[in-house]
């Protein structure tokens, strides 16, 4: 096994609702997710991640709702699966005032809204985070999404990937290539607080959006957010390799996680960048406890709560297939749909049936657990980095908020004893601390060509 000695990159997992991967758990008796409305479950959060010194913290979200499995919103209703869901972005604001480092990873679906909006959001985003803010770039998998905002249904998966392309092209042009540098002077003695030949009007007219203004925020600092992204079958990495900076996968295991992460490598490689331009989170749930025997307590006890067909019916909607059809040994007809791709390919290739995907959605969600000593854990997530090449992890939540307080309180010191984790924050904004390179976009990637060309000469 090779040491690479990289340091561990962290990310919470969550999102805006009640039950998010780990269903079920919201009826354990500790659990506090049913306060996801309210302001002080959001900022304790904040606070108890950037005391573990985690890098960011990732908000999932969704449009539409699960109406796969049995055809219907029953049980995505009675376990609440990631319904009711509120905006993600909305809270950053109230968690940033309360840290200095944390980073945000949120996700927008850019298929229903216009980029120019959306351009303005991040911007003031990034502002009000001082250069904290990420976004996770995604398209939509649902019916239920396209059939809510009029439209009688989604356009085809890959059709998805090259309507994104085009839309991360005007977002450059709006980021980067609007308003120069030097373009705001704030000068009240001249009365100038923008050069006029600095700003400039974006004019974009392609296959599917025509923009004709002006950026409408200011340069912020990292400009363009740092940009994440989660698809995994070959159209979805290459929209990857041209413009993301993180990538989330969940592999069901550590052989199909390698694959994924050289297959990723070598595409970023075809498109102009380094192998090491993208850093790779992997999905992992952790119960973590003083002991073996505390750590398993524990998980039992979760078990009691959770709910393995919560579990199948969010997987239904994420493969575009009805399991409740099917006889619990019966084989699956894995025919290409068109929900999330990766999903369904990983799921036919293991021949998944409806008994064993409930065996494994025994904490209620896709993610194994790892369960045992901070030891244990740590050695799991270093033996993740080194068979499989991932530089670190999106950490579901499990029972909260005890889930982030064990792994803060147990794991971290035991990564940072062994080194594999930072003992302070570096400076600067998410993009300089995940990189090093400076807050804005590195010129080898795409988005850095819609500079004004002196700039991007620079
Ligand atoms: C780990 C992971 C997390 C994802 N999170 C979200 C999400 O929060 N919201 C969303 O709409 N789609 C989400 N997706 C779906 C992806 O953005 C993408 O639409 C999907 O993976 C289809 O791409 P693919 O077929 O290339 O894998 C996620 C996918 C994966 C694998």
């Given at each position: ?9 962290l ?19 500790r ?7 309210l302001l ?13 010194l ?6 999932a ?20 699966i ?19 480092h944390?980073?945000?990873?949120v996700?927008?679906?850019l ?7 959306l351009?303005?959001?991040?911007s003031?985003?990034d ?7 990420g976004?996770n770039i995604v ?14 249904e989604q356009?085809?998966h890959?059709e998805?990937?090259?309507?994104a ?7 450059y042009?709006?980021?980067e ?12 003695a001249?009365?100038?607080f ?11 007219a392609?296959?599917?959006?025509n923009?004709d ?7 912020s600092?990292?400009r363009?957010?740092v940009?994440?992204q ?6 979805g ?5 041209r ?7 969940s592999?069901p295991?550590?052989q199909?996680?390698?694959e994924?992460v ?11 960048r ?14 973590p406890g ?22 199948l ?11 409740a059809q ?8 894995y025919?290409?749909g ?8 990983t ?12 065996e494994?959605?025994?904490?209620g ?8 000593t ?7 997530l270093?033996?993740?980095?080194d068979?499989?090449?991932v ?15 064990d ?5 971290v ?12 924050y570096?400076?600067g904004?998410l ?9 804005t ?5 795409a ?12």
């Open positions: 096994m090779a040491n690479t000695n990289k340091p561990i990159l990310n919470a997992f969550n999102m805006n609702c009640v039950g998010h991967i780990n269903h079920g758990l919201w009826t354990h008796p659990d506090r997710s049913t306060d996801y409305r002080p479950y959001w900022t304790n959060l904040a606070r108890t991640l950037e005391r573990g985690f890098d960011g913290l990732f908000l979200d969704i449009v539409g709702v699960y109406d796969v499995y049995q055809h219907n919103v029953d049980v995505t209703l009675r376990e609440s990631q319904l009711p869901v509120n905006d993600p972005t909305l809270l950053v604001s109230a968690m940033a005032a309360v840290t200095e944390l980073g945000f990873g996700t927008v679906n298929t229903y809204e216009q980029p120019y909006l351009a303005r959001r991040f003031t985003l502002h009000l985070t001082q250069g904290r803010i976004w398209t939509g998998y649902l019916d239920s999404a396209a059939r809510a905002m009029g439209l009688t356009l085809p890959d998805r990937y090259d309507r392309d085009e839309y991360l092209d005007v977002l042009k709006l980021w290539g609007s308003w120069e540098p030097d373009a705001v002077r704030r000068d009240k001249a009365r100038v923008a050069d006029p030949a600095k700003v400039h009007r974006v004019q974009h392609g296959r599917y959006y923009v203004g002006y950026h409408l925020a200011e340069p600092p990292q363009t957010p940009l994440f989660a698809g995994s079958s070959g159209r990495q290459r929209f990857a390799a413009h993301a900076e993180c990538v989330f996968i592999p295991n550590r199909v996680g390698r994924t050289r297959t990723l490598r070598e595409e970023l490689v075809r498109a102009g380094r192998p090491d331009d993208v850093k790779v989170f992997v999905g992992a749930a952790v119960v003083a002991t073996e025997a505390q750590a398993r307590e524990k998980y039992a006890d979760y078990l009691h709560y959770a709910s393995r067909e919560a579990g019916a969010h997987f239904a909607a994420s493969t575009g297939i009805d399991y099917y006889d619990l040994d019966a084989p699956v007809d025919a290409p068109n929900a999330i791709e990766s999903a369904t390919r799921a036919k290739q293991h021949g998944w049936t409806r008994r064993r995907l409930l494994m959605f025994e904490l969600g896709r993610y194994p657990a790892i369960v045992g901070a030891a244990h854990v740590a050695d799991e270093q033996a993740w980095v068979e499989a090449g530089d670190g992890f999106n950490l579901s939540r499990t029972v909260v908020p005890e889930s982030y307080e792994f803060v309180d147990l794991v010191p035991e990564l940072q004893n062994r080194g594999l984790y930072k003992t302070a570096a400076p904004s993009r300089q601390k995940l990189f090093g390179e400076g807050d976009l590195p010129l080898r990637h988005g850095a060509s819609f500079r004004q060309r002196a700039e991007a000469i620079a």
